[in-house]
Nanobody, 125 residues
């Protein structure tokens, strides 16, 4: 798995962005994919995760109802659609893969073994 995140940028509060995470390595179906974010001076925090096989999803309470994680198997890509953005959503966003084979939607960064580079999301007030 080789992950490449993209789609970040500068947006006003209330706006939208869509992040993409493309796997340029061998395509795997029975894995979990997650989005995390890290703001300056803060720990990396869970945003959302998805099982590629059945598209089960799990969200952090802080983004539930505003963010949507999805996948396109044909493109080996996972998306994070972010709506109603708030200044507190400002962070570097990372995608990651959980290749353990365990059937889980983990919110723990330690459960993910492959990470893409981050993409900056800045929400102005």
């Amino acid at each position: 798995v080789q992950l490449q995140a993209s789609g970040g940028g500068l947006v006003q509060a209330g706006g939208s962005l869509r992040l993409s995470c493309t796997n340029s390595g061998r395509a795997l179906s029975n894995i979990g994919m997650g989005w995390f974010r890290q703001a300056p001076g803060r720990e990396r925090e869970f945003v959302a995760s998805i099982r590629l096989k059945n598209a089960w999803t799990y969200y952090a309470d802080s983004v539930k109802g505003r963010f949507t994680i999805s996948r396109d198997a044909a493109k080996n890509t996972v998306y994070l659609a972010m709506d109603m953005l708030k200044p507190e959503d400002t962070a570097v966003y990372y995608c990651a893969a959980d290749q353990s084979g365990l059937y889980r939607l983990s919110p723990r960064p330690a459960d993910y073994d492959s990470w893409g580079q981050g993409t900056q999301v800045t929400v102005s007030s």
